[in-house]
């Protein structure tokens, strides 16, 4: 089993890295491969809805979001870590977010997603909601019915 933690906090050792490393420690103890990216960092713009990632199977902007599909796919678990920026996730984590699983085509159905967001005082439901959608968006999105993506 392996698992693929996105950090999208900007601060390398913030508290998002600390709620993450908690996990981390969880699935070494049962044994559960776990490799985590940090992209809150990262130069990593939004989606231009160009449609070339339907006939490529990759996004058009070769970043980092091309270096995390193949390991969305190899992953048999998801985690999304957020702070929370105004009762909403980190701007460049949503970025990368809705590339990675707009450009990719591979069977998302039977994978865990599980998501962690990490606040000062409030806004949490709202942005832990904002993440665990693109769970629940990636199986219509497959079948293109419900969503309309
Ligand atoms: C631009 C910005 C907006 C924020 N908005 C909120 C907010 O709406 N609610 C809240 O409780 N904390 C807010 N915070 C505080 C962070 O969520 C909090 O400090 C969090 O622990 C930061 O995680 P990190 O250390 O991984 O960066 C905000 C911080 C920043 C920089």
């Known amino acids: ?7 999208g906090s900007p601060r390398v050792n913030g508290n998002t890295t600390i709620a993450v490393r ?3 420690q969880t699935f070494a ?6 490799e985590t990216v940090q992209i809150g960092n990262q130069d990593i713009r939004g ?11 990759k996004c058009v902007f070769d970043d980092a979001v ?10 048999d678990g998801l985690v999304i870590a957020s702070p929370v920026y105004y009762a ?6 949503i970025a990368c977010l809705d590339r990675l699983f707009y450009s990719t085509s591979f069977d998302k159905t039977m994978k865990v997603g599980a998501s962690v ?4 005082r409030g806004g949490c439901s709202a942005t832990f909601d904002e993440l665990n959608k693109y769970f629940t968006c ?8 419900l969503c309309n993506l």
């Not at 089993?1 to 950090?7: G, P, R």
């Not at 989606?47 to 199977?57: E, Q």
């Open 47 to 57: 989606c231009i809805a160009c449609g070339s990632c339907g006939k490529s199977g």
């Open 29 to 34: 103890k049962e044994g559960v491969e776990v």
């Open 1 to 7: 089993m392996k698992v693929l933690i996105i950090n």
């Open 117 to 120: 967001v990490c606040a000062r």
């Open 138 to 145: 990636c199986v219509c999105q497959k079948r293109r019915l």
């Open 88 to 93: 909403s996730a980190n701007a460049t984590l």
């Open 66 to 75: 091309n270096q995390l599909a193949p390991k969305f796919e190899e992953a």
């Open 22 to 24: 908690e996990m981390e």
